[in-house]
């Protein structure tokens, strides 16, 4: 069974940030990383679970995965993972950034 991913509003902005910081630095590694944060989304809807709960969120159903430095967050959902932020693994998780609005 196929996993739907979605990608909130947030979830896209992180990712278009994310890749024009690293692009102010090394350009040829920003496409690079963009690719490496969604092809782990893409493991993530084989297996949903995998991810760890985020340890500032008291929810099973909201989790995360690390890779090097960004955390990759997202809720869990029937047959649908939905991306809600991609961050700096250094920082913490706020509530507010838990909008799981999808639409343009």
């Not at 040829?28 to 991810?51: D, H, K, M, N, Y």
Request: glycine share 4%; proline share 3%.
């Amino acid at each position: 069974m196929t996993t739907e991913i979605e990608w909130t509003r947030r979830a896209r902005r992180d990712l278009l940030e994310i890749g024009d910081f690293i692009a102010s630095d090394k350009p040829g590694a920003a496409s690079t990383w963009v690719r490496r944060l969604i092809e782990a989304v893409e493991r993530i809807a084989l297996f949903p679970s995998f991810g760890r709960a985020v340890p500032e969120i008291d929810r099973t159903d909201i989790r995360e995965v690390i890779l090097e430095n960004y955390r990759v967050v997202y809720l869990v959902g029937k047959g649908r993972i939905t991306v809600l932020t991609v961050f700096e693994s250094h920082r913490l998780l706020s509530s507010h950034e838990l909008n799981t609005e999808t639409s343009e």
